[in-house]
């Protein structure tokens, strides 16, 4: 084997213990930053996840939002670390910001709808169950996800909805409050009496044991229409109680105005036919 001359390996030598003294601080450094840097990112991801579990976050935000929060608390840690031995991270942050604006171009009908779904389960105007409508359609919302609301329909058809037009819209949630106002309109003939009426209206509102007493259930006159005088009644209820008073009221009233003698007009036309004399 040919030797290698000691001028070489000396040179080889200094080369070696240069670059050791040039990166060793370096090195030694970054392995520091790294350590504490992780440790002071597993903290603040622990610290973040026991605040959203006391704010009774959604599970499935509060897993999405640790994850991204520690993704990029890590990566930008990485970045500070290439940094500080040395390498070039310039051209690689600028790479990485046009990715992001070409992604974020790309997919910005999704990314509305992700900003969308953080707001819901974030603010929570509605939640799991409660019957709402929203963008046309009504429903009971069955699941909330980061991109979709799923809402089943009365007659059981499933309606995904995008959080991004969902959180920029009008939401009636028909079960944020525990009681309800249920209202309807009565008409009777003008040859009928008022009083009567009125009466009956009183005691079948005061015989359904489903409508509450306060607020106090209302009966007016409200309307002399054309061929009928209409009574308004509003009364409150339990939200889930809602439908059941509706129909049974309903119901109700017009068999007991058939039974007292009380008449519930329809619209009529009178037809008159002129002769042409001859």
Same mark, same amino acid.
């Given at each position: 084997?040919?030797?290698?001359?000691?001028?070489?390996?000396?040179?080889?030598?200094?080369?070696?213990?240069?670059?050791?003294?040039?990166?060793?601080?370096?090195?030694?450094?970054?392995?520091?930053?790294?350590?504490?840097?992780?440790?002071?990112?597993?903290?603040?991801?622990?610290?973040?996840?026991?605040?959203?579990?006391?704010?009774?976050?959604?599970?499935?935000?509060?897993?999405?939002?640790?994850?991204?929060?520690?993704?990029?608390?890590?990566?930008?840690?990485?970045?500070?670390?290439?940094?500080?031995?040395?390498?070039?991270? &310039?051209?690689?942050?600028?790479?990485?910001?046009?990715?992001?604006?070409?992604?974020?171009?790309?997919?910005?009908?999704?990314?509305?709808?992700?900003?969308?779904?953080?707001?819901?389960?974030?603010?929570?105007?509605?939640?799991?169950?409660?019957?709402?409508?929203?963008?046309?359609?009504?429903?009971?919302?069955?699941?909330?996800?980061?991109?979709?609301?799923?809402?089943?329909?009365?007659?059981?058809?499933?309606?995904?909805?995008?959080?991004?037009?969902?959180?920029?819209?009008?939401?009636?949630?028909?079960?944020? *409050? &525990?009681?309800?106002?249920?209202?309807?309109?009565?008409?009777?003939?003008?040859?009928?009496?008022?009083?009567?009426?009125? *009466?009956?209206?009183?005691?079948?509102?005061?015989? *359904?044991?489903?409508?509450?007493?306060?607020?106090?259930?209302?009966?007016?006159?409200?309307?002399?229409?054309?061929?009928?005088?209409?009574?308004?009644?509003?009364?409150?209820?339990?939200?889930?109680?809602?439908?059941?008073?509706?129909?049974?009221?309903?119901?109700?009233?017009?068999?007991?105005?058939? *039974?007292?003698?009380?008449?519930?007009?329809?619209?009529?036309?009178?037809?008159?036919?002129?002769?042409?004399?001859?």
């Amino acid at each position: 084997m040919p030797e290698v001359p000691l001028d070489n390996i000396s040179a080889y030598s200094d080369q070696a213990m240069n670059m050791i003294m040039d990166y060793g601080p370096k090195l030694l450094l970054a392995t520091l930053v790294l350590i504490v840097g992780l440790w002071i990112i597993n903290r603040v991801v622990n610290l973040l996840a026991r605040g959203m579990k006391a704010r009774e976050m959604e599970a499935e935000l509060s897993g999405f939002l640790g994850s991204m929060c520690n993704i990029l608390l890590k990566a930008l840690l990485l970045i500070s670390v290439a940094g500080m031995v040395g390498i070039e991270t &310039t051209s690689f942050i600028a790479i990485l910001g046009a990715a992001g604006l070409a992604i974020g171009l790309a997919l910005q009908g999704t990314l509305a709808n992700f900003a969308g779904g953080v707001l819901v389960l974030m603010f929570k105007p509605y939640k799991i169950g409660d019957f709402i409508e929203a963008q046309g359609v009504s429903g009971t919302v069955s699941s909330i996800q980061i991109f979709n609301t799923i809402i089943k329909t009365g007659d059981n058809k499933v309606i995904i909805v995008p959080n991004g037009s969902i959180s920029n819209g009008i939401i009636t949630n028909f079960s944020k *409050e &525990t009681t309800r106002r249920v209202d309807f309109v009565f008409g009777i003939g003008y040859d009928d009496d008022i009083a009567q009426a009125k *009466e009956v209206l009183n005691r079948l509102v005061k015989d *359904e044991s489903r409508i509450l007493s306060d607020p106090a259930p209302l009966i007016v006159v409200s309307e002399l229409a054309d061929s009928s005088v209409n009574f308004t009644v509003r009364t409150w209820v339990n939200a889930t109680d809602y439908w059941g008073v509706f129909f049974s009221l309903t119901e109700r009233v017009k068999l007991t105005f058939d *039974e007292e003698g009380l008449s519930i007009p329809y619209p009529q036309s009178d037809v008159h036919v002129h002769h042409p004399q001859s």
